[in-house]
C-alpha cells in the first residue's frame, strides 16, 4: 500500500505490504496473517500496534457475511423455486398425476429408466457432436439434458406431491400441492449439502422420478398404438 493516511489507522489483512510512498500521520493498529509488518519510514514519528484482536473483528464479520450470502440464497431459491413448480404445475398437473398412478406397479422398473436416462443421453449427446450432421441434435439435447439437471428435483418434488395427493383421494387443491411440492423440493436441496450420501439420494430420487415420466409416457404411447387385425 502507498496511502497517505492522517487519522487513526487499523488495517486488516492476510497480507500486508508497506510501500516507498506509504505515509501515516497518527498510530496505526494492524494485525495480518504473516505475523509483524515492517513499515519502514512510513510512520511518521508515530507508532505501528500489531493487534491480536483485530482478528476476531475479522472472523465475526466473515461469518455474518456469510450467513447473509446463505439466508439471501436461499430466500431466493425458495421464491424462485415456487414460480417454477407454480408454472409446472399449471402446465403439466393433470399429466403428474396420471404420472404417479403408475409408482405402485412400476417404481423399480421406473428407476432403471430414469438411469438410463442420466447415462445414456450423455452417450447420444456425445455420438450427435462426433458425427457432423449430428451437430443441431447434439446441442438440443443437451440444453434439454441440463435443464432437466437443474430442475429435477422441483419435477420430483411436484410428483411427490401429487403422489400424496393421490393417496389422500386427490383431495387437495392446486395450492396445497404446490406448497407441499415446495417443502419437498427445498428438503430434497438441503440433501445435496450433504456430502456424496445427501447427493446420491437426491440423484436417486430424480432418477427415479424421471424414469416414471418415461413409463408413463411409454405406456401412453403402447395404448395408443393400432392393434393390426
Not at 496505526?28 to 505475523?35: F, I, K, M, R
Not at 512510513?42 to 461469518?63: P, Q, R, T
Request: glycine residues 10%; neutral net charge; aromatic residues 18%.
Amino acid at each position: 500500500m502507498n496511502w497517505e493516511l492522517n487519522g487513526k489507522s487499523k488495517i486488516v489483512a492476510e497480507n500486508i505490504t508497506i510501500g516507498d510512498h506509504a505515509m501515516f500521520h497518527n498510530d496505526v493498529e494492524y494485525w495480518s496473517e504473516a505475523g509483524e509488518v515492517d513499515f519502514k519510514n512510513s510512520l511518521m514519528g508515530y507508532k505501528a500496534f500489531f493487534n491480536e484482536d483485530l482478528k476476531k473483528d475479522v472472523e465475526g464479520f466473515s461469518g455474518r457475511a456469510f450467513g447473509m450470502a446463505a439466508f439471501g440464497f436461499w430466500i431466493f431459491y425458495i421464491f424462485s423455486a415456487l414460480l417454477c413448480i407454480l408454472l409446472l404445475n399449471w402446465a403439466f398437473g393433470d399429466f403428474f398425476l396420471t404420472v404417479v398412478g403408475y409408482i405402485d406397479k412400476a417404481l423399480l422398473k421406473s428407476f432403471g429408466y430414469g438411469l438410463i436416462y442420466f447415462f445414456g443421453l450423455p452417450l447420444i449427446i456425445a455420438i450427435a457432436f462426433v458425427i457432423i450432421i449430428g451437430i443441431p441434435i447434439g446441442l438440443f439435447l443437451a440444453g434439454f439434458y441440463v435443464f432437466s439437471l437443474l430442475f429435477g428435483h422441483l419435477v420430483t418434488a411436484l410428483l411427490i406431491a401429487h403422489h400424496v395427493n393421490n393417496r389422500a383421494n386427490g383431495n387437495w387443491n392446486f395450492w396445497t400441492v404446490v406448497f407441499l411440492a415446495l417443502g419437498v423440493a427445498v428438503i430434497l436441496r438441503l440433501f445435496t449439502l450433504i456430502p456424496f450420501v445427501g447427493i446420491l439420494i437426491s440423484l436417486i430420487v430424480i432418477a427415479a422420478g424421471y424414469g416414471l415420466i418415461g413409463y408413463a409416457l411409454l405406456q401412453k404411447r403402447i395404448s395408443l398404438k393400432p392393434v393390426r387385425q
